[in-house]
């Protein structure tokens, strides 16, 4: 395998990644701080409070992109299958 071409892979491979996994964890990010503002207005001091909640958006975030998600990675897996002629040299 050439190196450039590893290095490209490596490089598409992380940044798929990153677009696939940011939506989920901005929504988790989004929940707790909301979650926490909350908390600190009420003086509600339940750690355990804030997992359901982000659990529950989490789980509505991949329904709602689950057809994204899925559209990705097979763009993905189709470009990569495409290039493993190119890999074997």
Known sequence: MN???AIELFKLTMFKAL????????AALITGLVISLIQSV????EQTLVFIPKLLVTVGVFLFLSPWVVRTLTEFTITCIARM???AH
């Open 85 to 87: 002629a190119d890999m």
């Open 42 to 45: 009420t003086s509600l001091q």
């Open 3 to 5: 190196p450039d071409l």
């Open 19 to 26: 677009i696939l996994v940011a939506p989920f964890l901005a």
